[in-house]
């Protein structure tokens, strides 16, 4: 390439080799979020084989924020690259992968040396349950990826549980042993149970909802936008028990997910033998 062209490409955004500046930001997040998956294990490993208790109660924290950030980059870098009209497909390749680790190999690894271990034959089928699941889920995004209709979406529900959400899911025992200190939530034969039905969950074809899905009335906005407050004010003061009561809010709301799917479903239906709908 000569340097005329070079120019150009500068002078449009883009560095030699064809990626674009303006597509990278996107990308360097979804790189965090991967990074922070990441060094969620670290600090698995680093409390695991640690001998001080308070230490190691929190290298157990650290590991467990390090997913929850990879949780929340997660759900903005598609979002910054829808802003920056810079999706594409290296971007979503990207994104399943550092999903992958995050959401599946990660939460898995720091179970397994947190409680799994104690029941190590056991425990490592539970732990592998929820990492392969995950890739499972990931790969049968990305098969439907180019496929227009697809029933859950275009009604505006998920299939199953996402990523992110069910390495929080599985998480839920660790969270109560942080916060109540009780070695119960510790017990393997609790742990691999609750991991194998959070993996069944994630690869389910349930519908559940999404942001999409929720459209408050006009008239509970402002109480809507007041319980988001208190939320993120009982997460800074006590994130613990929040995050259990969040996972057990999103397990309740399960069945109202399909319910409210197997409405849309049967009005679709009415709809296309064209039949008069009922009176809601």
């Known amino acids: 390439m000569n340097n005329g062209d070079e120019v150009a490409q500068q002078r ?3 560095l030699p080799g064809g990626l674009t500046l303006r597509a990278m ?3 360097a997040i979804t790189t965090a979020a991967l990074c922070s998956g990441l060094t969620g294990i670290r600090f698995a490993v680093t409390a695991a084989s640690g001998t001080d208790p308070m230490l190691v ?3 157990w924290r650290k590991a467990v924020a390090a997913v929850i950030i990879a949780g929340m980059l997660d759900g903005i870098d598609g979002r910054i690259a829808r802003l920056l009209n810079a999706q594409s497909r290296f971007g979503a390749e990207l994104d399943s992968l550092a999903d992958n680790v995050s959401f599946g190999v990660a939460p898995a690894l720091i179970l397994f040396l947190w409680s799994l271990q104690e029941a190590p034959r056991i425990g490592w089928f539970a732990a592998l349950a929820v990492a392969i699941a995950c890739a499972l889920r990931l790969a049968r995004f ?8 697809q029933p859950h979406k275009s009604a505006g529900f998920l299939t199953g549980v996402p990523a992110p959400v069910g390495a929080g899911l599985a998480f839920l025992p660790l969270y109560l042993w942080i916060a109540t200190g009780n070695p119960l939530f510790r017990e393997p034969l609790l742990v691999g149970p609750w991991l194998v039905l959070i993996a069944f969950l994630m690869i389910s074809n349930l519908a559940t909802l999404s942001w999409t899905s929720l459209r408050p ?3 509970v906005r402002l ?4 319980l988001v407050g208190l939320i993120i004010a009982a997460l800074l003061t006590e994130p613990w028990l929040t995050l259990s009561g969040i996972c057990i809010v999103y397990l309740a709301l399960i069945p109202l997910g399909v319910w409210r799917y197997a409405k849309v479903k049967r009005q ?5 033998r064209g039949e008069a709908l009922p009176p809601a």
């Open 57 to 59: 109660a929190e290298d």
């Open 268 to 272: 679709r239906g009415v709809v296309l």
């Open 223 to 226: 109480e809507l936008m007041a």
């Open 217 to 219: 009335r006009r008239s």
């Open 142 to 149: 990305n098969a439907r990826i180019d496929i227009e209709e």
């Open 25 to 27: 930001a996107p990308n």
């Open 12 to 14: 449009r955004g883009r």
